[in-house]
T-cell receptor
């Protein structure tokens, strides 16, 4: 079963530091996403990415966040200057298609980001 | 983003019982999805629903996409200990999923 791989599984960083979360989506997928889940809360959409550009982003995804697909396999989420409230599980997901097509998302296992 | 109301928030059930949970939304979705999440893991897709009125089964799981496209339910029949976890509904429009708050299921052996 193809998987979405995320690294690291856990990252601890000091407030104000930059972090990069890494994801390797499923190889034939074209759409990539980042979601986050604050402890005990629901999963929230951050951003979707297709054809090397952002398709949609939420109000959470402010100027401190950026995404990049630096090569043919990796998809990264960068937080420029972390805040305490950025502490959460960050999930990467990918899908073959979007819209009404019959393709579900596949989620990675997540990166737990702890900002201290 | 769109608000999904998922209920119940949690449930304790006896092994062998049937479980039912549902989601409602003020918005119409093209697709309803049900995910299960276990501690320290990402959501895993259980069932996807693509057409209003559609009833779909996956083993002991059955889900329906409401006629109005604003609601969905998930049933688990004859629950077993490994059904423990958090179940999330999600509605999809073109580029994103909107998740419900989750139903935490705990099974008493």
């Amino acid at each position: 079963e193809p998987e979405v791989t995320q690294t690291p599984s856990h990252q601890v960083t000091q407030m104000g530091q930059e972090v990069i979360l890494r994801c390797v989506p499923i190889s034939n997928h074209l759409y990539f996403y980042w979601y986050r889940q604050i402890l005990g809360q629901k999963v929230e959409f951050l951003v979707s990415f297709y054809n090397n550009e952002i398709s949609e982003k939420s109000e959470i995804f402010d100027d401190q966040f950026s995404v990049e697909r630096p090569d043919g396999s990796n998809f990264t989420l960068k937080i420029r200057s972390t805040k305490l409230e950025d502490s959460a599980m960050y999930f990467c997901a990918s899908s073959e298609r979007t819209g009404g097509a019959r393709y579900g998302y596949t989620f990675g296992s997540g990166t737990r980001l702890t900002v201290v | 983003g769109q608000q999904l109301n998922q209920s119940p928030q949690s449930m304790f059930i006896q092994e062998g019982e049937d479980v039912s949970m549902n989601c409602t939304s003020s918005s119409i979705f093209n697709t309803w999805l049900w995910y299960k999440q276990e501690p320290g893991e990402g959501p895993v897709l259980l069932i996807a629903l693509y057409k209003a009125g559609e009833l779909t089964s996956n083993g002991r799981l059955t889900a329906q996409f409401g006629i109005t496209r604003k609601d969905s339910f998930l049933n688990i029949s004859a629950s077993i200990p490994s059904d423990v976890g958090i179940y999330f509904c999600a509605g999809r429009d073109d580029y994103k999923l909107s998740f419900g708050a989750g139903t935490t299921v705990t099974v008493r052996a």
